[in-house]
């Protein structure tokens, strides 16, 4: 049985200066790497026989299976563990029939028809990809990016047919790509196909055994803060019991929530951060976002304002805040309104992994592709999902986090639990950046959610269901208080109501959430 997981594919022509082929070979062999590919498309048959006969040597001397790319002469000549072909090399049923029983057959596949195709053919893995962007390799086919990936493996349900990511993978997106890339089925890959990080290294032995490494965290304790689960004890009780729990940790740690959001709505959503209890910093430019995701508790990204200079921020910040394992809660405003959101919401969800999406059902139709509810703007119009909570289910198994859909009713779900929450008043609709206030409720309750976690595990791991809690407590803490504040004498309307909403907030006791919950789990 050939394990897949580090899997190395070589080319000569990425070799910094002076380093040695087959001293780098072996170096990243020692590393860790579990699989060789070699690759010489330019070599000639004399030089590339001699090159994966000596390949071959060093292989066996690690016990690494040694599989050929395109060349099934080659592959026989040096009795290789395998083949690997792509769309336009030799079909796999003719490579079937030429080497000897047992060999192991590869084929690269960028979309579910050559997926279909390599099952059809009773491949015995696939390598999917260009995950990433990659200059070893010219691309006559689109990126996969990240979040399709797992399409495409759901595909391979069923069958024996094992699954390698290939394409620009390298250690500073390797948690995402192993994070991202899974089925709504829960199938994930087998393994991750790499070049330029391990070759083009003067280091090749440490560069293989830091990719070793991050492999081996994410199997032991996952990549960043989500609440992706198959946890089904969740009960309106403990649920509350928990808000209450985060509610009262913002309070007492006042946690800073880096925010980089809409300009309409900047100074509603610090004053709504600092009401909860928690420490605002808003913060768009990209040389410090590095520094920030150490300190901060929680991140928020909010597309309102879409520049260019916020949208390189949002992109590292996401990146930093993932790789220190920090919540990042991501609100794709008025991605409907413009094929330009669109894809600055796919380029940036396939770069980071988000812990929270939260929209609207506008919104969230056009992040998932849905037609059943259209958007104007930042609005959503007509009447919704049939079935909103199969829909928000879907979606956050689909995207691998929590997605909170919000309106008069406002769903949340794990993938696996929904949250059903009924409070609010309408006055919440009638200021601006109500929207954006409800993200900075939620960030700032899954920075509580993140300290509780640490004191509970000192490697920082979320435990299970934390983020998912975090999201409705942020939600909660917004209705209820503007149920409240809506009762006040001094409210006339929107202009007298929002300064009541935030001193609501920041009284919000936990009598008012155990008293006017409206929740159900579904």
Known sequence: MIDYSLYLVTGRELLPPGQDYFDSLEQALQGGVTVVQIREKNADTGEFLDIALRSKVICDRYNVPLIVNDRVDIALAVQ??????????????????????????????????????????????????????????????????????????????????????????????????????????????????????????????????????????????????????????????????????????????????????????????????????????????????????????????????????????????????????KPVVFDPVGIGASQFRKSAVNSLLNTWQASVIKGNAGELAALSGSNEVQSKGVDSIGSGFKDPISFVRNVARKERCVVVMSGKTDYISDGTNVAVLTNGHELLGQITGSGCIAGSCIASYCAGAMILARGENQEGKLALGDVFLGAIGGILALTISAELASLREDVKGPGTFFPALIDELSTLSTRNIRERACIEIQ
């Not at 990809?129 to 069923?158: C, F, H, M, Y």
């Open 80 to 325: 290789a563990a395998g083949v690997h072909v792509g769309q336009t090399d030799m079909p796999v049923s003719i490579v079937r029939n030429l080497l000897p029983e047992g060999t192991i057959i590869g084929v690269s596949c960028n979309n579910l028809r050559e997926i279909e195709k390599a099952i059809n053919d009773k491949a015995d893995y696939v390598g999917i990809g260009a995950i990433w962007s990659t200059t070893t390799k010219n691309l006559n086919k689109p990126i996969v990016g990240v979040r399709r990936v797992g399409e495409l493996l759901q595909k391979l349900d069923g069958t024996s047919i094992k699954a390698v990511g290939i394409g620009g993978i390298k250690s500073s997106n390797l948690l995402r790509t192993l994070h991202g890339s899974v089925s709504t089925t829960n199938r994930a890959l087998d393994g991750v196909a790499v070049v330029s990080e391990i070759v083009a290294s003067t280091r090749p032995r440490e560069a293989a055994s830091k990719l070793c490494e991050i492999l081996s965290t994410f199997r032991n304790s996952g990549s960043v803060p989500n609440a992706m689960s198959t946890r089904s004890d969740y009960s309106v009780e403990n649920v509350l019991d928990g808000v209450i729990q985060i509610m009262s940790c913002v309070r007492e740690h006042n946690p800073l929530v880096h925010q980089i959001t809409n300009n309409v709505s900047i100074a509603q959503s610090a004053n709504a951060t600092i009401a909860l209890g928690a420490s605002p910093i808003m913060a768009t430019t990209a040389q410090e976002m590095e520094e920030l995701s150490v300190i901060n508790g929680a991140l928020l990204v909010n597309i309102g304002t879409l520049v260019s200079s916020a949208y390189e921020g949002m992109t590292l910040a996401g990146s930093c805040a993932n790789a220190q394992k």
